[in-house]
């Protein structure tokens, strides 16, 4: 059986490609504290929504919400969100430790109905731009091939893609 995951990384020494440009009326900003549950229900839901999770969802979900509770109990929580007036509709869950086995826990998880709008790479963008505040330099995450991210997001700002062995399938990717 052939693997079909991929691990990304980041060299956030080096400059990033050039700022996003704002996408009003989306703010992007850190989650709040009280914004746990609702953090949750908006990568839940958007990740429900990608078809190459399918038969994944099982063992991904236990791994993904111990790790994201981690990430959210932090103050602040180690969480960038994206805002439509006042609904959350994107999240990107990040750990901020140096040897985390993954640092953008969840990616960029924009809702269903605001996805194809630039959302996902800003998102991604100021993820690595918190990434690097917190003093790290170079950034991993896990994508299954043919998933959004894979194919579309994360090889933007300099996302370099390379095979993960089958011995050591990742239990937590985005």
């Known amino acids: 059986m052939a693997n079909d ?18 996408l ?7 989650a709040d504290e009280s914004e746990r549950e ?10 429900m ?8 969802r099982t063992a991904f979900a236990r791994d993904l919400k111990r790790r994201c509770e981690d990430a959210l109990a932090l103050v602040p ?8 007036g006042s609904r959350v509709i994107g999240a ?12 953008l826990l969840t990616g960029p998880c924009i809702l269903h109905e ?5 959302l996902g790479s800003a998102l991604l963008h100021k993820s690595l731009e918190r990434l690097r505040e917190e003093g790290l330099l170079r950034v991993t ?3 299954r091939v043919n998933s959004t991210a894979a194919r579309y997001i994360y090889r933007k700002f300099g996302g370099v893609p390379e095979p993960i062995a089958s011995k050591e399938t990742p239990r937590l990717a985005a």
């Open 5 to 22: 995951w991929q691990r990304f990384h980041w060299d956030l020494d080096k400059r990033l490609d050039a700022a996003r440009p704002a």
């Open 24 to 30: 009003p009326p989306f703010v992007f900003r850190l």
């Open 38 to 47: 609702i953090v949750m229900k908006v990568v839940s839901s958007a990740l």
């Open 49 to 56: 929504m990608e078809r190459a999770w399918t038969g994944a």
């Open 77 to 84: 929580p180690a969480c960038v969100v994206v805002q439509h």
């Open 92 to 103: 990107s869950v990040l750990a901020f430790s140096q040897d985390a086995e993954f640092h």
């Open 114 to 118: 605001y996805r194809s709008r630039g």
């Open 141 to 143: 995450a896990t994508a």
